[in-house]
């Protein structure tokens, strides 16, 4: 990934390792042909550029003006609409869709997956990525009656929902999508203090990767999914999926 860093209201393309983009990508690193991909709120269109540049065939909707604007030039079909009323006039057309950061601003997610899923081939799979509002910090800040919304992060004061592992994959459930893997983010240091992007701090950040993964739904700062439709999605299924992951 480029060292740039693109910026769009108040959020930045994290493209340091482990970070929810960075699995992103890498997901779709371990495909052997070009895929087609549709990115649902794709912003500036940070991963539409990278996507694109590796030869993949990319349609991005945006329901900002100004981040459109930004973002048309990295796809190859590009709707500036709102997603919540978009009419995903796609059928069985990509290999994936992208909600990368996006399902926790919407009114309804779970109505925007549905409308979306019948875009996807017979093999094709969504990437889901969320902030984990049980994380530790969060956690803590409760504890001492704190809830107080923010400029970003988990308690953005745009978010319109709050996921846990749990209630995202009783989502992904109810829209008859089961859950393939769950891969958890680390808490953006390198945001934080952009010092320690240096190669000098590499193995910190590993050993942070591997304390976030051996309690994800306590530490992880964020959850990105991969998931397929599933004829048959029974909330009892859901139930074994979550005694398993929740570990």
């Not at 950061?101 to 093999?123: G, S």
């Not at 109810?174 to 945001?191: A, F, G, I, M, Y």
Request: net charge neutral; with cysteine; hydrophobic share 45%.
């Amino acid at each position: 990934m480029s060292p740039s860093r693109d910026l769009q209201d108040g959020y930045a393309f994290k493209n340091f390792k482990y970070s929810s983009h960075y699995w992103i990508l890498k997901k779709l690193e371990e495909e052997s042909e070009p895929l087609r991909i549709l990115d649902v709120g794709c912003a500036a269109g940070y991963l539409g550029k990278i996507l694109r540049e590796r030869g993949h065939y990319v349609v991005g909707i945006e329901s900002d003006v100004a981040s459109a604007k930004k973002a048309r030039a990295y796809y190859d079909v590009f709707h500036l609409a709102d997603i919540e009323t978009f009419a995903f006039p796609y059928r069985q057309e990509f290999d994936y869709i992208l909600f990368a950061d996006i399902l926790e601003h919407l009114r309804d997610p779970a109505a925007v997956l549905r409308k979306a899923i019948p875009a996807l081939r017979d093999t094709g799979k969504l990437i889901v990525s969320v902030p984990n509002v049980a994380n530790w910090i969060i956690r803590l800040s409760l504890l001492f009656g704190n809830f107080d919304s923010a400029d970003r992060g988990i308690l953005d004061k745009t978010h319109l929902h709050f996921f846990t592992l749990r209630t995202l994959t009783k989502m992904m459930a109810e829209v008859s999508c089961r859950v393939l893997d769950v891969t958890p983010t680390t808490l953006p240091v390198q945001l934080v203090f952009p010092f320690t992007e240096g190669k000098a701090f590499a193995p910190l950040h590993a050993l942070h990767d591997a304390l976030t993964g051996s309690w994800k739904t306590v530490f992880a700062y964020q959850f990105v999914v991969t998931a397929a439709p599933s004829a048959v999605a029974a909330l009892p299924a859901a139930n074994r999926m979550h005694a398993e992951m929740m570990k």
